[in-house]
Structure formats: C-alpha cells, structure tokens
C-alpha cells in the first residue's frame, strides 16, 4: 500500500517536473489533492525553515509563513475565480506550490552559502533563483489565464507583493 501511494506521488511529480522548464500546461494536469497537500507542507516547512534563518524568530515566522502561505492559496483562488476557472484550483495551486518548492530546493544551500560567505556569486545565484521563480510563476498565469506575456508579468508582479509584503505587513501588524 505505501509503495502504492509512492509511485502514484512519483508518477504525478512526474507530469509536474516540466513546469520547471516553462513546459507543461497546468490545466492539464492531473488533479492530485494527496500531491497538493504534499506540496503545502513541503512548502510550508521550507519557507519556515528559510524565513526562521533570517528573523531568528520561531513565533513569528510561524505567522508570517502562514500568512503567506494563505494569502497565497486566496490569491490564486481570486485569480481563478474572476476568470472562472475555479475548478481548475488543485492544479494551478499545485502548479505554483510545486514549482516554489523546486525553486526552494536550490535555494536552500544559496541561502546558506550567502549567510556564511558573502560571497558576491551568491547573491548572483539568489537572484537568478528569484528571477526564475517569478517566470514560472508568469508562465503558469499565462498558461491558465490565456493571457499575453505581459499581463502575466504584471500578475506576476502582484502576486509576489500580495503574497510576501502582504504577509510581511500583516505579520508587523499582528
């Protein structure tokens, strides 16, 4: 049974992996909640680990992570909501989860290797690793909204301000 249910996981991150490389189309996918769920715990347990490293404050990444993660999952829920497309949320949740938790994965040891040397290469990796994070999360908006490369720029835009300075303010406010 639990080898089941692993290659039933491997077989669905599988079909995911090319989103990674701007292939794919999330809607089609397959709709996987054990693969969402898998997903948000992993996400959530990185971005603490990382947010934890930078504030030293366990507490209070606590709330930050969570607020993020939720305004996250609202954000995508609204987006697919006002293009009706909301059947389509596992997916496209999935979709961004799983492509930020690849992102996430490399930038664990970025993160580390910036805190420890400094070096200015470092901070190049970091950025491109942001970088790469805002296209794919660009691309699976353009994908799913069938908009052009720029609104899905500017959507883009707004979902990493809504998401992270959004849960920056609320964690300052709280």
Do not use: H
Not at 119 to 136: D, G, H, R, V
């Amino acid at each position: 049974m639990v080898y089941k249910k692993f290659q039933d996981t491997m077989d669905v991150l599988k079909q995911y992996l090319p989103l990674c490389w701007l292939k794919n189309n999330p809607l089609m996918l397959p709709r996987s909640v054990d693969f969402f769920k898998q997903n948000l715990l992993f996400y959530f347990v990185v971005e603490y680990f990382m947010q934890t490293n930078m504030t030293d404050d366990p507490i209070e990444s606590f709330v930050e992570v969570g607020i993020a993660t939720l305004l996250s999952l609202i954000f995508i829920g609204v987006m697919l909501f006002l293009n009706k497309t909301l059947y389509a949320y596992v997916q496209v949740a999935t979709s961004v989860m799983f492509c930020s938790n690849i992102v996430a994965l490399l930038l664990v040891p970025v993160l580390t290797w910036l805190t420890v040397s400094e070096e200015p290469l470092s901070y190049y990796f970091f950025a491109l690793l942001l970088f790469w994070e805002y296209a794919l999360v660009a691309y699976i908006i353009k994908q799913v909204l069938s908009v052009n490369i720029l609104a899905s720029l500017v959507l883009s835009l707004f979902y990493f301000i809504a998401t992270y300075f959004g849960a920056f303010a609320l964690g300052q406010v709280l």
